[in-house]
């Protein structure tokens, strides 16, 4: 249970971290979603290639701004 909870604060903590990089600095959404792949990697988060591409296309979702 408590790697649960590690595993969810550091997925918590990518999400924070590429929101203030795409707030800071905005880029294409495929040269987004390519650092965030590639930062979700570095920290040694282990997801099979589809399953990497889905989270990314969470985490880009959730960042994206709302049209009025």
């Known amino acids: 249970m408590k790697g649960l909870s590690i595993l969810a604060a550091f997925l918590g903590g990518a999400a924070v971290g590429a929101a203030?990089?795409?707030?800071f600095a905005p880029e294409k959404g495929?040269?987004?979603?390519?650092?965030?792949?590639?930062?979700i990697r570095k920290r040694g988060v282990k997801l099979s290639g589809k399953e990497l591409e889905s989270l990314v296309d969470d985490i880009a979702e959730e960042l994206q701004p709302i049209a009025d």
């Open 30 to 39: 495929d040269t987004t979603r390519t650092r965030i792949a590639e930062a």
């Open 20 to 23: 203030c990089g795409i707030l």
